[in-house]
Structure formats: C-alpha cells, structure tokens
C-alpha cells in the first residue's frame, strides 16, 4: 500500500515519500515459531507485521533456516525467540545473517521447569533419527513454557517491553494491548484451574509424545508422561516403551495424545498395545493454520484443555 501510494505521489511530489511519511511504517518483528508470532501480533497490533520462522505445524526441535529465512531476519528489526534452547539454531542464524537489530527472550524472568523431575520417562539412548537435524542439546531445561498460562503473561510483558524499546512512541499502545490481552489470558487460567481441579487427581494423567506440556501438567497438576522426552528428536528406546505401557496397564490411563509436530507412529502403537484410544492431536511446539482448531495462542490452549479434560473424565 506503502508502495503504490508512492508511485501516485511521485507525480505530484517527491516529498511525500519523505522520511517523515517512513517513520510512520509498520515495524518488522520476526519470531522464531508460530506461537510467537500470535503473541507478538496481539501485543504489536497495528504498528508491526509479523513474520515467523517456523510456520505453522511446523516442528522447531528440527527446523533449519533457509537462505530466505536468513534475508527476512537481516530485514527486521526485532527478532523475538522462546529461548531455553528451544531455538538450538538461533545463534548461528543470527551470526551467519549479520542481524544486527534487537533480540528478546521471550521466556525471561519465568519459573524454568528441569526435565529431571521426570527423569524416569526419559529416554536412556537419545538417537537422532532425523538424519537432517542439527545436533543440539535441550540440556535439563524444559523449553515449552508457553504451555502455562502465568508464564505466557511473563511472555506478553517482555514482548510489549522490547516493543516500547524500538519503538517508543507507540510504547502506551503496547502496554493498552499486553494490558488487555493478559486480561483474557488470566480469565481462561482461572476457569481451567476450576474445571482441572474438578477431575479426582488418580484421574489426572496423560501420556504425550513428547514432553511438551511439563507447564501445563505443573500448573494444572496433571501428571504426564512422555516417551520421547523433551525433545521430538530423542527415540524412546524399547525399554521405555515397554514401561510406559505396563504403567498405563496398572493405572488405567485413558488419556493418549499425539501432536500436530509428532511423528504419530509412536503413540498408535501404544495405543494399540494397551486398548487406548488416543484423543485428537494436540497443539504442542506450533499453532494449526487458520483453517484448523488452533490459529491463536488462545484457541490452542482452549482447544487442548477441551482434549485433555474430554479424555480425563473419561
Ligand atoms: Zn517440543
């Protein structure tokens, strides 16, 4: 639009197309997974437009930029990530692309949760078996803390504060926009901690591809258990599969989930061995795209709380 009215103002005069018409442009933000993005759009609103490295359905643990990806970022002037090693390719995207605009972290100042309060459930021989992936380590820290509502507010305020930083002048828009989306995130936490809280807490178990919704289970005292572990590169090994389906035998788990980024042969063959039927996917590591049930952060989690209580009650 920027553009074409350029053309037709270049006849009548240069000027228009000044500096002064410019500094009034969108300002370009990247985030490195879809998830972001949705939180950056509803904390940027009309003074940003967002792009995201990792589309949606896209799987972040084993995303590898491409040279276009490389040509948006050095475009734009913040580049928001989750950190906690989740963006394992971050570093070098940024180094190879010469970026030399802002970077948040949008996971600052959270309560990070260590895989190791499950250490049972993981994986003993973490074998890559995407031949492609880079070799990145997700350490003990458990990334996907998007999963808990208090910590996306804490997400929403980095957001809106690197915002105000770049770009000042809108910084009472950003904080009105984080101030009223933060409204709507805490409403829905209060009504999930009533409505989890409702379910007998021996019926409050899951099992997940991958350990993706740590957070989730923390705040809504679920307890989860993942065969692949914290990351969807890890194999579960034979053993742990084995585990987990004697463990789902002896509890009487009802509740089975794949995700939208998981490979879902892993879960059906539990799922064949134990009689239970596995819900519809989850929404984990990405959105769905705009025709599916999860285009925003707030249709995801009311979506997956829908699939979990569902299969809870059960
Ligand atoms: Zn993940």
Redesign the pocket.
């Known amino acids: 639009m920027r553009f074409s009215h350029c053309l037709t103002s270049v006849l009548l005069s240069s000027s228009l197309c000044s500096p002064f018409v410019l500094a009034d442009d969108k300002i370009p933000v990247i985030a490195s997974f879809s998830i972001l993005g949705d939180l950056v759009q509803q904390v940027g609103g009309e003074h940003v437009t967002v792009s995201t490295l990792v589309s949606p359905n896209g799987d972040a643990?084993v995303y590898q930029p491409t040279p276009q990806d490389t040509i948006r970022l050095t475009k734009s002037q913040l580049f928001v990530v989750n950190g906690l090693g989740f963006e394992g390719w971050m570093e070098r995207l940024v180094s190879a692309s010469h970026y030399k605009g802002k970077v948040i972290t949008a996971s600052a100042g959270i309560h990070v949760l260590a895989f190791g309060d499950e250490e049972q459930n993981q994986p003993d021989d973490a074998d890559e078996h995407h031949d492609e992936a880079d070799e990145h380590q997700h350490g003990s820290q458990n990334p996907?803390a998007w999963h808990s509502i208090p910590n996306t507010i804490q997400y929403v305020r980095n957001i809106a504060d690197g915002l105000s930083q770049i770009d000042p002048a809108h910084k009472a828009d950003y904080q009105t926009n984080a101030g009223n989306y933060i409204q709507q995130l805490e409403q829905l936490d209060k009504s999930l901690l009533q409505e989890f809280a409702a379910i007998p807490a021996e019926k409050r178990k899951m099992i997940t591809s991958?350990d993706?919704f740590g957070y989730l289970s923390a705040r809504y005292q679920i307890t989860t258990i993942a065969p692949q572990g914290v990351?969807?590169e890890s194999e579960a090994s034979a053993s742990d599969i084995a585990k987990i389906i004697k463990q789902i035998r002896k509890e009487n788990i009802k509740a089975l989930f794949v995700e939208n980024i998981s490979d879902p042969r892993l879960m059906q063959q539990i799922s064949k061995e134990t009689s239970v039927k596995p819900g519809q996917p989850l929404f984990?590591?990405a959105l769905s795209d705009d025709k599916g049930p999860a285009p925003t952060y707030l249709e995801m989690m009311r979506y997956n709380t829908a699939q979990i209580l569902a299969a809870l009650k059960q």
Do not use: G, K, N
């Open positions: 643990h996907h991958h993706a990351s969807t984990s590591d």
